[in-house]
């Protein structure tokens, strides 16, 4: 059974950047695309970033240029560079294929706040 592990999460100030990582027991660079998610509090799980097994990328407009989204294929390991963060921002982020979902892992609280 797939499992995909995110880490990297905390506490952190507006303005401030955090590094999300997603480690897959299976091979990335099959998968395509390969995403991250948030949810916030009392609202539905949306995208917030994808990447394609060419490497191309697409952002959720609550993000673009502030976020990035990179895959290193020989960890199997998906991230998240989160820079510029603000208190929207805030919510549990998980990694996941676009469509299909495998087990969704337990996710990694993000929070932004004074």
């Known amino acids: 059974q797939v499992q995909l592990v995110e880490s990297g999460g905390g506490l952190v100030q507006p303005g401030g950047s955090l590094r999300l990582s997603c480690a897959s027991s299976?091979?990335?660079?099959?998968?395509?695309?390969m995403s991250w998610y948030r949810q916030a509090p009392g609202k539905q799980r949306e995208v917030v970033a994808s990447i394609s097994t060419g490497g191309s990328t697409t952002y959720a407009d609550s993000v673009k240029g502030r976020f990035t989204i990179s895959r290193d294929n020989a960890k199997n390991t998906l991230f998240l560079q989160m820079n510029s963060l603000k208190p929207e921002d805030t919510g549990v982020y998980y990694c996941?294929?676009?469509?299909?979902?495998?087990?969704w892992g337990q996710g990694t609280q993000v929070t932004v706040s004074s």
């Open positions: 996941n294929r676009l469509s299909l979902f495998y087990p």
């Open positions: 299976i091979r990335i660079d099959r998968i395509n695309p």
